[in-house]
């Protein structure tokens, strides 16, 4: 297995862990004399874009391939 493989899924497990400390956190219930320190709500989306565009490249290097989005024909 290849360096850029074993970061690349390191950093997979790594956001797959803070989404799911995120949505944890969001499920307390809000308590008035303990702020919360991080706001997950703003952080929660910027972590999915991450990772899935680390599962973009993790396919890309099992594939070989890149990955091309789909177009519609007509669409240049």
Known sequence: MSPEMMISLGLLV???G???LC???QRKPPDPLK???L???WILPILVVAF???LAHVLTLLT???V???RMKGMG
């Open 68 to 70: 091309q989005p789909r």
């Open 39 to 41: 706001p997950t709500k």
């Open 35 to 37: 702020p919360r320190l």
């Open 18 to 20: 803070l989404i799911a």
């Open 14 to 16: 790594l956001e797959a």
């Open 52 to 54: 899935l565009a680390t």
């Open 64 to 66: 070989g391939q890149q």
């Open 23 to 25: 949505i944890l956190d």
